[in-house]
């Protein structure tokens, strides 16, 4: 039998399913902009992320020390993440017992279309 590497696309979710209240996702995608720290209560950081995948782009909320280390065109394995509401925007969250690791760099097809995180009243 083949072992699949970890790290492959076994069971992701493509950005373009995701909607709001998933949780347990897993998602291989490229990390496009990252933008400021925002700092929150107990000196907690938070920065907003556009990431894609070949389906299309969706925003991911990232909290601290991953935050920091990201770079944009990051290839990024993300399990047990979960999908909410930010104001008005789908947006993709990581748990904090779940996997966040680089697994490469640029060499990923990605689409920035559809933009999940367009606003969207209608799903807030």
């Known amino acids: 039998e083949t ?3 970890a790290g492959q ?13 998933m949780n347990a996702l897993s998602l291989t995608v490229i990390a496009l ?6 700092t929150v209560k107990d000196n907690q950081e938070v920065r907003t992320v556009k990431i894609a995948d070949k389906s ?11 935050g920091k280390v990201l770079q944009p065109g990051d290839i990024v394995r993300i399990t047990r993440a ?10 993709v969250f990581t748990a904090k017992f779940g996997d966040f ?3 490469g760099e640029f ?10 995180s367009e606003p969207n009243p209608e799903l807030a």
């Open 3 to 5: 072992r699949k590497m």
């Open 9 to 21: 696309n076994q069971n992701c979710t493509l950005i373009k399913d995701l909607k709001p209240g």
């Open 33 to 38: 902009e990252i933008g400021r720290p925002n």
């Open 56 to 66: 299309g782009m969706v925003n991911l909320s990232l909290w601290n020390e991953p």
């Open 82 to 91: 979960y999908t909410g509401m930010f104001k008005t925007c789908l947006t």
């Open 101 to 103: 690791f680089k697994i």
């Open 107 to 116: 060499t990923m097809t990605f689409s920035e279309t559809p933009n999940m």
